[in-house]
């Protein structure tokens, strides 16, 4: 029995859930989370998704082949947004476990943790040049605010993923803009009018790196098609769009969330300036942990009739997996909504899990492991310009972001 058919759509409770504020979660998920762990709910999109908010379930699905990214029937796989990311199903039912593991394999050296490490002193020259620009900032108008979003947390990010990939940072008002429109959740046919721009975008950049390859990724699948024939020009426009757009939104947005819990409570900050390079570690996992990018999860469809915490999930039943909501479960976190460098053991799931965790987590860490030690070296007594309450939440974008960190120092 499917979703479809156990509950009608219109009767589940409709993602996204109103939040407080961009630190915290929607009340709600705790609810679900007592209640019915495994629950019914109304998509985005309007159609009907099993919503997972516990621990033990989430890290389950995870790491179970029976679920996976594309449908046994894609025409009538519910939808989750009308964004152009993670929207409805996607690659081939009968090759996705087989396709995956191949574009993991062709891109796993490009983010192995050795090559992260030497990436390193890279991120630390660029995180320096991002804050010369907000003290330039502050001394052209020392009675203004500077928005650390616009000239650290953005800017980074796409410094270092334009470094990484081959893209021209002159580039990067435009691929910010494409982004911006392919992750609305309510972007509908010009989110998919972006992605099909930013796929000719980057089958623009292939065609360049064919003619005058570089060290960088884009060049490495470039050059794997000389020997895979099967890695057509499409794959390879998608695939580095697809890297473009996780590789700086979603670092780009712990940036901000980080900065705004360190300065929510200036004691956290204190503690933090004090010893950064001691703090650095446990302060980033927590982090990890604790912020809420943005208010969905991440999509898989059942390739089988799969029992999960007592639920029967219906082979091509969408499952949504709040990462959100899991990293706050008491059974696993004690007292899950405090902000502790403490925790040990933290065993959160902002990566996901198992096979699919995000290929993407050691570029993260090392980057945030950068910028925050250098953010509060540089200014020790940096604070919010504003209340956290009056930071507005994007909540119609997948990343959950913000355009404003207003700050002081």
């Known amino acids: 029995m499917t979703a479809t058919t156990q509950r009608p759509a219109g009767q589940a409770p409709r993602l996204p859930f109103a939040r407080p504020n961009i630190l915290e979660i929607a009340p709600l998920y705790d609810v679900l989370r007592r209640e019915a762990p495994i629950t019914l709910v109304t998509t985005p999109a309007g159609d009907p998704a099993w919503l997972v ?33 993670q929207d409805g199903p996607t690659g081939d039912f009968e090759t996705e476990e087989r396709e995956h593991t191949r574009m993991r394999r062709l891109l796993a050296p490009a983010f192995s943790a050795a090559r992260m490490r030497r990436l390193g002193t890279r991120i630390e020259e660029l995180t320096a040049r991002c ?31 334009c470094e990484l990939l081959g893209v021209p940072y002159e580039d990067r008002q435009r691929f910010r803009n494409l982004s911006e429109r392919v992750g609305r959740i309510d ?24 003619r005058d390859p570089a060290p960088d990724v884009i060049s490495d699948l470039v050059t794997a098609q000389t020997t895979d024939p099967t890695l057509g020009d499409d794959e390879v426009s998608r695939l580095a769009a697809g890297l473009i757009f996780a590789g700086h939104e979603t670092t780009s947005t712990r940036i901000d969330l980080g900065t705004l819990l360190l300065l929510a409570d200036l004691s956290r900050r204190d503690r933090f300036v004090a010893d950064p390079e001691g703090e650095v570690a446990a302060t980033v996992e927590e982090i990890l942990r604790i912020t809420a990018p943005g208010g ?114």
């Not at 010369?132 to 928005?147: E, G, L």
């Not at 972007?187 to 064919?210: I, N, S």
């Not at 639920?311 to 059974?331: E, F, K, P, Q, Y």
């Open 131 to 161: 804050l010369d620009d907000m003290q330039a900032a502050r001394d052209a108008d020392p009675d203004a605010p500077v928005n650390l979003h616009e000239f650290l947390s953005f800017p980074l990010p796409v410094l270092v993923i």
């Open 53 to 85: 908010t516990a621990y033990s379930e989430a890290r389950q699905i995870f790491g179970d082949k029976r679920f996976g990214r594309s449908h046994p029937q894609p025409q009538r796989a519910s939808r989750i947004t009308h964004a152009a990311l």
């Open 296 to 409: 969905l999860g991440l999509l898989r469809y059942a390739h089988d009739d799969v029992e999960v915490g007592g639920v029967t999930i219906a082979r091509g039943d969408a499952v949504i997996i709040s990462s959100n909501a899991a990293n706050r479960d008491a059974t696993v976190f004690a007292d899950p909504a405090d902000f502790d460098v403490d925790r040990k053991p933290n065993v959160h799931l902002a990566f996901g899990h198992g096979a699919h965790v995000c290929i993407g987590a050691n570029l993260a860490r090392t980057e945030l492991r950068t910028v925050f030690p250098a953010l509060l070296r540089r200014f020790p007594g940096l604070r919010l310009a504003v209340p956290v309450d009056r930071i507005e939440v994007h909540a119609n974008r997948l990343t959950g972001a913000v355009d404003e960190v207003p700050v002081l120092w």
């Open 187 to 210: 972007g509908g046919a010009d989110a998919q009018l972006a992605m099909r721009e930013f796929k000719e975008y980057t089958a623009g950049l292939a065609e360049r790196k064919r």
